[in-house]
């Protein structure tokens, strides 16, 4: 991180928040904080923006991204199972 830009640095901040947002509705809804799985969607008490959102934020940071149901990161790519929900975002 210390080689960051302002600019990921800000948007790692949002990632971070968007995932507290999450934990903390998991919490408030009589749940163990340790057991908080962030990114599964019906699990991460996220609405379906902050989950796009986080998403969005994360491959940006990591250089992800999937074009043509195949997946490309840190020049490698792989093909998505057909029934991906990766494929119909």
């Not at 962030?38 to 902050?50: I, P, V």
Request: with cysteine.
């Amino acid at each position: 991180m210390a080689n960051w830009t302002e600019e990921q640095k800000l948007k790692y901040a949002r990632f971070q928040e968007i995932l507290e947002i999450g934990k903390q509705r998991y919490v408030d809804a009589g749940n163990n904080p340790q057991h908080y799985r962030a990114g599964f969607k019906g699990e991460d008490y996220l609405t379906d923006e902050e989950r796009k959102e986080a998403t969005r934020i994360m491959r940006q940071m990591f250089g992800i991204s999937i074009t043509n149901g195949y997946v490309y990161c840190q020049g490698r790519s792989w093909k998505l199972p057909e029934d991906s929900l990766l494929n119909k975002e």
